[in-house]
DNA sequence: ATGCGGGAAAAGTATATACATGTATGTATA
DNA sequence: TATACATACATGTATATACTTTTCCCGCAT
């Protein structure tokens, strides 16, 4: 007798089936309220519980706004923005069918410039890692990787092989990254990465600069430059997947 | 006499802190069993369902692996992938503190090429809406966009005034979207972008090619081009945030 | 040794109940 | 009229309980 769909499918999960198909077909007006808890109960014959969770979980994937003792609404339509995916470069050239192979140029320890000391939020100067790795797809050049590494997160950065695994997966595996900064710019190559790219001075390269923290400790700063005719950064994904 | 935190937060969020703290300090390996429900029960004093909601919201958050009738262990690392956001350009520039404008060169109704319409994914070459407007930002121009738009989603496409209006904006409000595919590369400005933009021939530019989806259908098919030496895409974010 | 069966253990779901907390509203009082 | 308080109602949290579903493992019989 329920309006519920019959899928074999957890109860809480037919609630939000059901809220969302209702939200989907404009039955329950944009700017309205919503049913009560305690309404969905009499009109699905569920407990209020099960009405919570899926009441809760629509509102973390976005769909729904709730404000305690008032009441639930409609979400406006999506955030003002969606996102772009960047994968390891080894892991892409692969899947593409092709071969991946890197050449170390740099594996060092530093003392930091000034700047860059900053960028890492240190307060003293602490020496740190340096890399610079060049990514081939087919033998072709099609990124160059410069990467300083905090050495207090990841202490035996230097004793790698980095012809074999990636520097990503190394780093990845080595510590949990709590929050990421991406800036992605267009640049012409200068004289040193036109050379270690095989391209010429002055071509356009996609340049992206990635921070990442692990808590609140800088891990590591990145600048990648990719061949903008060799290569492009892409993804397909969708926005309403995170619940 | 509990070892939870004793934050001003929900006994929940306290366990889930608990548990991330133990996984960040290392002190449960990551290749074995965390403590089961019930052990967490007679170890925290809380309750069964207290304990399985705060393991449930990590486990949708990435950082646990829940096996029904196995147990609970720690997620690998990380995904290999990290995102970067795309923000609609006009907010961005405001945000800046910047003046935005924008120039509409075109606004028309078309018959698509071949290719366009593949894009679309049509059988039958359907008429579409295209518009190319330039955004500047303080009076110097940063961005072309070119778009193509499906009337059938978006009817009124050509009825607006876009130099009001951001078309992000309008097409954000009118249809949700349901997936994104972007594809980000860096090329040089061929003769008719540099007139638009007001640079050199040749000079490096971001050029991002976007489609949207409503359900299975193609929205909307967006190059946007921007100037190199003068936008960036950037972006700060918290992989964990997805709980 | 192999295979089968049953029990133990683990996570998953569902409910009833109670209390906590925040919001709006109406009524009584100054 | 305006303020304060009481109340109703909404969501939020916490617990006890019961049952389900899945997996693992051990012991027994073949």
Same mark, same amino acid.
């Given at each position: 007798?329920?309006?519920l ?12 089936e ?15 309220k919503?049913? +009560? ?10 407990s209020?519980?099960?009405?919570? @969770?899926a ?5 973390s ?8 003792? /008032? ?11 969606? &996102? ?11 899947? @593409?069918?092709?071969?991946h192979?890197?050449?170390? &140029? /740099?594996?060092?320890r ?14 003293? @100067? ?31 950065? !230097?004793k790698? !092989? ?7 997966d190394?780093l990845m ?5 709590t929050e990421?900064e ?5 640049v012409?190559? !200068? ?8 391209i !010429? ?10 921070r ?5 400790? /800088? ?6 430059t990719?061949?903008? +005719?060799?290569?492009?950064l892409?993804?397909?994904?969708s926005?309403?997947? @995170?619940?």
């Amino acid at each position: 007798m329920s309006a519920l769909p019959d899928t074999a499918s957890p109860l809480y999960e037919k609630v939000k089936e059901y809220i969302l198909t209702n939200i989907g077909t404009g039955k329950w007006s944009k700017d309205r309220k919503l049913p +009560s808890e305690n309404e969905f109960v009499a009109a699905l014959g569920v407990s209020r519980m099960t009405v919570h @969770r899926a009441l809760r979980e629509l509102t973390s994937a976005g769909f729904l706004i709730r404000l305690q003792g /008032v009441g639930t609404f409609i979400a406006p339509p999506r955030p003002q923005s969606t &996102l772009i995916e960047i994968n390891n470069i080894a892991a892409e050239i692969v899947a @593409r069918g092709n071969r991946h192979r890197s050449e170390v &140029l /740099v594996l060092e320890r530093i003392t930091p410039t000034k700047e860059l000391s900053l960028s890492f939020e240190f307060a003293r @100067r602490v020496s740190l890692y340096h890399s610079v790795v060049v990514n081939f797809e087919n033998d072709l050049p099609v990124q160059l990787e410069e990467r300083f590494v905090n050495p207090s997160l990841i202490p035996d950065y !230097d004793k790698q !092989d980095f012809s074999k695994t990636a520097t990503y997966d190394y780093l990845m595996q080595k510590t949990p990254v709590t929050e990421v900064e991406h800036i992605i710019s267009a640049v012409p190559a !200068d004289a040193e990465t036109a050379r270690h790219l095989a391209i !010429d001075i002055g071509s356009c390269c996609l340049l992206l600069h990635r921070r990442t923290w692990t808590g609140a400790i /800088v891990a590591t700063i990145s600048k990648l430059t990719y061949v903008g +005719s060799r290569y492009s950064l892409g993804s397909r994904y969708s926005p309403s997947l @995170r619940a």
